[in-house]
């Protein structure tokens, strides 16, 4: 049994709006989300825009407030309460966490050339002594990122999209971390790049042990590299599951709605699927009960006024739903 | 016997042949080029945007031999611009063009006609100045004049030109008999003196003050904002009036001189201090700047390596704007009364020489400050211009 | 089938900085009416500056090439939309007989005007309606792209509108003049995708009711093939492959559309690898000389993809396909 990297428990991130002194509004971003990372692997997150799956990522980096709940990171070496966790030891988390972007045009500083990009975290935490200890360090990791390495001096203007994202992931890689976010890291990218950087990911999970949370909207993308997938909908998590479980059985009318909106590449498999009507709501207007009863083919009224609470199973699948068995059985009718 | 080759030296005979000359092809060169533009820093890349703007480099020019004119006003000046170098025997006189040839044939070394001054019964008592045919002026170059400070440091007395008897006045004298030449560089010397002096009183407080509110935001930014923009609200002319009649009338010319560099130095500064905001909060927010927080980067850190280097090349631009302002400033102030005064010379007070009906029937050579006013203005603004095109990302639409 | 564009040798370049860049190079095509084609092509690939060219909507550095020819046929006659130049002709193609919409529906939406008034501005524009008229159909377009209510939001802003909704009235608003020819620039990509499926229904439903052509710019291959009657490769400037739908997807010929196809991930075979396109798309600048792909493909046959540039072969009618493999084959 492998050992539990990062554990979330009733995790929240709230973010006040409005200036207003009296009227102070949380918007809860993340709500309650309990969850268990696995040392060594792949772990997917998925959702729409605005539920909360970037938030929670960067909660995971403590690069926002946790509001509510808690975290902990333990890799063996050491263990950190997210939630109260000191100055020197966030300085040593920053070394062991690290987080890739989305966009790799706004990720990487076009004043820098790569270089000095890829060796700004070391410098900044002092791993390295000397200017030749930096260069090797860089050379090291830009080689492992399949970059070329005559191309250092230049800047980023100088680069594809996809290059640029390697750039970035070698800027994460460089401080040897155990965990890293990747957040839509190949949303921005061309389609026959993005296999490219995906096994580039793939590859340094299995070759330096590196711990990934994969968040993304794309769920055929999550299918191909995650070991295991959790779907958010407005901060809140609906399923979370063991991906080959996921995509064979999925229990949340969501998720099954997620995968029929996927476009097949079948010319002639056009139509034959479960749409969804409406939109996410607000996250500032939240609605009661069950978030996702306004657009839930399958809501009754106990979904409109009480709230499911995540159940999980002995194979680690967990679904929050009244209806889920129900529904599995009319299914399977 | 056989020599080792040196591997610093390759023999090139023996690897491309005795025949094969090594010969840069297209490829290479190109391949060079474009290594160049992958490896060019932003600043280079603003600079190579630049120069492919003609106005932009034009005005540069332009700007540049203005600027340099003010930094030699006296050594191309022929006389004194004060009072004390005012010619009495010319007053209110035409500019004198120099010339090769007159009636009296050519000479190679350009002169003037000598000039002089009568009062007769013919003129009704009046002084009126004639222009001698027969007399020449022949005009020298690096002689020796009034004694001045060149750069406000090296004493000397040589001049880029002069005549050894006589005067040359080649834009005329005003009505004191003061070379209008000489005061016209001494002038854009001056205004640029203000507006620099005003600029950067401006800069640093925009900085400090914008560089605070955008930096750390909050109530902070809040209340900054609004002393900003109640400075803003501050309508310029009257309140400049109120500060010039607030000021001592005995104080000398340089000290009312600092004074206005002061009083458009805080004047100036909200709109930069927004920009500087603005900026700040943009850049602030970019994801790489959330990268290097997320190696644990310190604050300082944060704006040495990310935030400073990001707007420099746009505070340039921001500064070399905003100059014009403070020139036109100045003039105005000049222009109304309530700046620097004759006998100072600054533009505005060159331009405040015009206004009167006299000189438009009359002396128009006066107007040629002016022309030198406004070309300083425009090369300003065009150079603005052509840097904050260059430096903008956006001004780029190459597909 | 009546033919409704027929695009033929087009070729552009923009006017650079750093020299002329090739944006699309000798591409030709037609579409039909009733007809949807797929545009495919990665970032680079030419596909919106060809959709623009239909517009004569490209920059000014833009410069054409004069074997370039677009004809439109509308019921008064073929017009060349390439010699097109004041306002007064351009409106025909510029919403007039043909209309677009944009992956941002903000960018098409004027912030300080309400949608209504937006779009009884452009009908009044485009045809003999009166103010109230006018408002009628409006109203009746925006009922029947699925926005509820129709009549209240006719006098919102497009930001009082939620992302999906916004799509929404934009197509309502490119439909409104009734064009011959939509042109959709990558209508679904900044949408979820659940309700990029409300919208790719939304278009099949509007193109059996309107009868109307449409040119639907992608990268992504499952959308063409849930959209698409033919389909149109492009890689750096080139059409590379095109034909029926179903032909360029289940039996792709060119070594390109192949990869792209071999990069999707696919959900109905978990295990099977993914196989990127070996290296990076060219920059623009370095455009590769003979076959624009050869410096990414695996099938390289020779020499001959460095210098020479493939022609378009057919290879059973309909499908056309731009590769030297294919060359060889039948010589």
Not at chain 1, 98 to 107: C, E, N, S, V
Not at chain 3, 313 to 318: A, E, F, P, S, V
Request: some cysteine.
């Amino acid at each position: 049994m492998s050992d539990i990297l990062i554990r979330a428990n009733g995790l929240s991130v709230g973010f006040p709006i409005g200036s207003g002194l009296f009227s102070k509004q949380i918007l809860k971003a993340v709500d309650d989300v309990s969850l268990e990372i696995e040392t060594g692997s792949f772990f997917g997150l998925v959702g729409e825009s605005g539920s909360g799956k970037t938030t929670l990522g960067r909660a995971l980096l403590k690069a926002v407030p946790i509001t509510g709940g808690g975290a902990h990171y333990n890799d063996g070496e050491v263990e950190y309460d997210l939630e109260n966790i000191t100055r020197d030891q966030l300085k040593d988390y920053r070394k062991r966490a690290q987080l890739i972007f989305q966009d790799p045009y706004a990720a990487l500083s076009p004043r820098m050339t790569v270089r000095d990009i890829i060796a700004e975290p070391l410098e900044v935490m002092g791993l390295t002594k000397t200017r030749q200890e930096t260069d090797k360090r860089v050379r090291e990791i830009a080689a492992k990122c399949r970059l070329n390495l005559e191309h250092l001096r230049r800047f980023p203007h100088a680069f594809s999209g996809g290059q640029r994202q390697r750039i970035s992931i070698a800027r994460a890689l460089v401080s040897a971390p155990n965990f890293i976010v990747a957040d839509e890291s190949v949303a921005a990218l061309d389609v026959s790049i993005q296999a490219d950087v995906l096994n580039l990911l793939k590859q340094i999970q299995s070759e330096m042990g590196v711990t990934f949370m994969f968040i993304s909207h794309d769920l055929s993308v999550v299918a191909h590299t995650c070991d295991h997938v959790a779907v958010m909908y407005l901060g809140r998590l609906v399923e979370t599951a063991p991906t080959r479980k996921l995509f064979a059985a999925a229990r949340h009318p969501y998720t099954r709605a997620l995968f029929s909106a996927i476009p097949s590449l079948d010319p002639d498999d056009r139509g034959a699927v479960q749409k969804l009507t409406g939109e996410i709501p607000s996250p500032t207007n939240q609605p009661s009960g069950c978030k996702f009863h306004t657009r839930c083919p399958h809501a009754i009224d106990h979904c409109k006024k009480v709230e499911p609470q995540l159940e999980i199973d002995g194979t680690g699948h967990a679904v929050s739903c009244h209806r889920w068995k129900e529904l599995m059985a009319t299914q399977a009718a | 016997m056989t020599t080792t080759p040196d591997p610093l030296k390759p023999n090139l005979a023996e690897t491309t042949g005795p025949h094969v000359q090594v010969v840069e092809t297209d490829a290479g060169v190109e391949r060079r080029s474009k290594e160049a533009y992958f490896t060019a820093s932003q600043g280079q890349l603003i600079w190579a945007r630049f120069k492919k703007q003609r106005s932009a480099m034009v005005a540069a020019c332009v700007l540049a031999f203005l600027i340099l004119t003010g930094l030699f006003a006296p050594f191309l000046s022929p006389y004194n611009p004060t009072i004390a170098g005012k010619n009495d025997d010319y007053t209110n006189g035409a500019p004198q063009i120099p010339m090769f040839c007159d009636d009296n044939g050519c000479s190679l070394r350009p002169f003037v006609h000598a000039v002089e001054r009568e009062r007769s019964q013919e003129t009704n008592f009046r002084w009126v100045t004639k222009v001698n045919e027969d007399a020449r002026n022949y005009i020298y170059f690096f002689v020796e004049g009034w004694d001045y400070k060149l750069l406000g440091v090296i004493p000397m007395d040589t001049h880029l030109f002069g005549t050894q008897e006589g005067f040359v006045h080649v834009f005329g004298t005003d009505a004191s008999g003061k070379d209008i030449f000489s005061r016209t560089f001494h002038a854009i010397w001056t205004s640029l003196q203000v507006g620099t002096i005003g600029v950067f009183i401006a800069f640093v407080l925009a900085l400090v003050i914008g560089g605070v509110s955008g930096y750390y935001g909050g109530w902070i930014d809040s209340v900054l904002q609004m002393i900003t923009d109640a400075v803003r609200t501050v309508p310029a002319i009257p309140l400049f009036m109120a500060l010039a009649a607030f000021m001592p009338p005995e104080l000398s010319a340089e000290q009312r001189f600092f004074y206005i560099s002061l009083i458009l130095g805080l004047i100036g500064w909200p709109t930069l201090a927004r920009r500087v905001r603005t900026h700040l909060l943009t850049e602030r927010n970019q994801e790489y700047v959330l990268a290097a927080q997320l190696c644990g980067a310190s604050s300082g850190h944060v704006i040495r390596r990310h935030l400073l280097p990001s707007f420099t090349s746009y505070i340039i631009v921001d500064l070399v704007i905003s100059f014009p302002y403070m020139v036109l400033s100045e003039t105005a102030l000049s222009f109304i009364g309530l700046g620097l005064k004759d006998p100072v010379n600054s533009l505005g007070v060159m331009l405040q020489n015009v206004t009167s009906a006299d000189v438009l029937l009359n002396y128009q050579w006066y107007f040629i400050p002016v022309i030198f006013f406004i070309a300083l203005v425009m090369a300003f603004v065009f150079v603005g211009d052509g840097l904050r095109d260059a430096a903008d990302p956006y001004s780029d639409n190459n597909k | 089938m009546t033919a409704l564009l027929d695009v033929e040798n087009l070729t552009l370049q923009f006017r650079t900085d750093e020299g002329l860049i090739t944006a699309v190079d000798n591409v030709s095509f037609s579409l039909d009416k009733g007809e949807v084609m797929g545009l495919v092509g990665e970032s680079g690939s030419g596909k919106s500056v060809t959709a623009k060219a239909l517009m004569h909507l490209n920059a000014r550095n833009a410069v054409y090439s004069p074997e370039s020819k677009i004809t439109l046929h509308t019921e008064t006659g073929p017009v060349d939309v390439l010699s097109l130049k004041t306002p007064k002709e351009l409106n025909i193609v510029r919403g007039g007989a043909v209309s677009m919409i944009f992956q941002e529906p903000m960018a098409s939406f004027a912030p300080a005007i309400s949608i209504g008034n937006q779009m009884v501005e452009q009908l009044q524009l485009h045809g003999d309606y009166t103010k109230e008229q006018a408002k009628r159909w409006s109203i009746e377009m925006l009922d029947r792209v699925g926005i509820s209510d129709a009549g209240k939001r006719f006098n919102q802003y497009a930001f009082e509108l939620s992302g999906g909704m916004r799509q929404r009235a934009m197509i309502a608003m490119a439909l409104s003049t009734q064009p011959k020819l939509l042109i959709a620039d990558e209508p679904t990509t900044a949408l979820d995708v659940t309700i990029q499926a409300q919208v790719i229904d939304l278009m099949k439903d509007l193109v059996s009711e309107f009868q109307m052509g449409i040119v639907f710019i992608t990268h992504d291959l499952g959308v063409v093939a849930q959209t698409a009657d033919k389909v149109n490769v492009m890689y750096l400037g080139r059409m590379i492959e095109n034909g029926p739908v179903r032909d360029v997807i289940r039996q792709p010929k060119h070594p390109y559309t192949q990869g792209l196809i071999a990069a999707l991930p696919k959900l109905d075979d978990l295990d099977a690898p993914l196989t990127p396109v070996p290296g990076d798309i060219p920059s623009p600048l370095e455009r590769p000389s003979g076959c624009v792909f050869h410096t990414r493909c695996r099938q390289v046959v020779g020499d001959v993809c460095k210098h020479v540039d493939p022609k378009d072969r057919d290879l059973d009618g309909l499908h056309r396909v731009a590769c030297h493999i294919y060359t060889e084959e039948m010589a």
